[in-house]
């Protein structure tokens, strides 16, 4: 019965009407938040952001040696291989040295000449390969970078506004949310656009460089093939 005796003193004073409307304030208020509590809370999502980008450093750089590698291996193959039918080819015209030593060390030499132009063929399809993974991964590393540091700054801001005092902190969030909340969304569905597309891309990435590194064989083994019929038909 107290409080019930208290709300009729406060409703028989000259003050009355004040009390009535401070009173749902007082307990509105009182159901916020405390500041250490908003503290916990956006120190946790500062926490998560780092995380965020923390992994993402990790994936790429992960991601981005196992390609670079693979592909490696792949030209580094594909220079073996050629090496290898330029050595079965010079076997096939070594019986040429003794009728035509002029005419084989022409054909010698013209496949040395091819299989160095194929080696260079390779490496370029290396490079090509290596420059757009490096490139990609810059580009995640920057727009995740950035759109981290946006949300960084956003947790400066609510943090700012969990230091105001009363309706000031109920204003200030009001403004956040009216203004910031919208736009840093969009730069992290950005962001994580651009992650999922540069992920399809190292994979578009590899099936190009084994293309290109067949398409170099291909080219290189029909110059050395026909190399050696010129040799053949020529030279005896």
Known sequence: MVPFQISLQLLDG???RKALLLYPFMDFISSMPSKEEQANLLKSVEEIFQIIRALVNDEVSATDTSA?????HMVVQAMN????VEELTLLK???LKKENSVCYNNATHFMEKSVVEGEE??????DDA???IYN?????????????NQGDGFLVTLNNCSQKPGLQLISC????????????KLILVDALNIHKSVHFESILVKQKSIECVDNVLKKQKEKIEQILNDALKTCT
């Open 121 to 126: 063929q390779l490496q370029i399809c290396l």
């Open 81 to 84: 291989y050629l090496l290898l």
């Open 68 to 72: 670079v590698i693979d592909i490696q």
């Open 14 to 16: 000259p003050h009355h």
């Open 93 to 95: 015209i070594f019986t």
């Open 130 to 132: 290596i420059n757009i």
């Open 173 to 184: 969030y009001k403004k956040v949310i009216a203004t910031d909340v919208f736009p840093l």
């Open 136 to 148: 990609n991964s810059q580009l995640v590393r920057s727009t995740v970078g950035e759109a981290i």
